[in-house]
């Protein structure tokens, strides 16, 4: 049984990294990055979705347990690991070909509905 079974992964944002011992931080990071990859592979589009080779925009929505307020720019903070995991799954050629992003923190209805949701935006070059 993994230590993390069934607890929930804090969020990466500055204030929590600085916070954390290296090597709890380099476990939380690989930890969102499979979490990501296998979010991706497991999805019924992955077989049909093209490689984004192009320039992209981030959108993320963070469902979490509390309703402490999040600035947007720690929800981006955090997001390193997730769009890794995502050039790592084969999705995005690329993670230098993200320009932008928007990011929203909300509460979750319950522990059990926290989530994160990553939305990628193809932008014409």
């Known amino acids: 049984m993994a230590k993390m079974a069934g607890k929930l992964i804090p969020?990466?944002?500055a204030n929590v990294v600085n916070n954390l011992p290296k090597p709890v931080y380099r476990n939380y990071?690989?930890?969102?990055r499979e979490a990501a990859y296998d979010s991706w592979m497991a999805s019924e589009d992955w077989p049909l979705t093209?490689?984004?080779d192009g320039p992209v925009e981030v959108l993320?929505?963070?469902y979490k347990p509390s309703a402490h307020e999040?600035?947007?720019l720690a929800v981006l903070e955090g997001l390193k690991p997730v769009v890794?995991?995502?050039e790592a799954s084969g999705l995005i050629l690329n993670d230098r070909?993200?320009?932008?992003?928007?990011?929203e923190a909300l509460?979750?209805?319950g522990r059990d509905q926290c989530r994160v949701e990553v939305t990628l935006l193809a932008v014409a070059p």
Not at 29 to 32: E, G, M, N, T, V
Not at 97 to 103: E, H, K, N, Q, S
């Open 60 to 62: 993320v929505k963070l």
């Open 97 to 103: 070909l993200v320009i932008g992003g928007w990011a």
């Open 84 to 86: 890794d995991g995502l």
């Open 107 to 109: 509460k979750a209805g």
């Open 11 to 13: 969020w990466l944002s």
């Open 50 to 52: 093209p490689r984004l």
């Open 70 to 72: 999040m600035d947007p």
């Open 29 to 32: 990071k690989i930890a969102w």
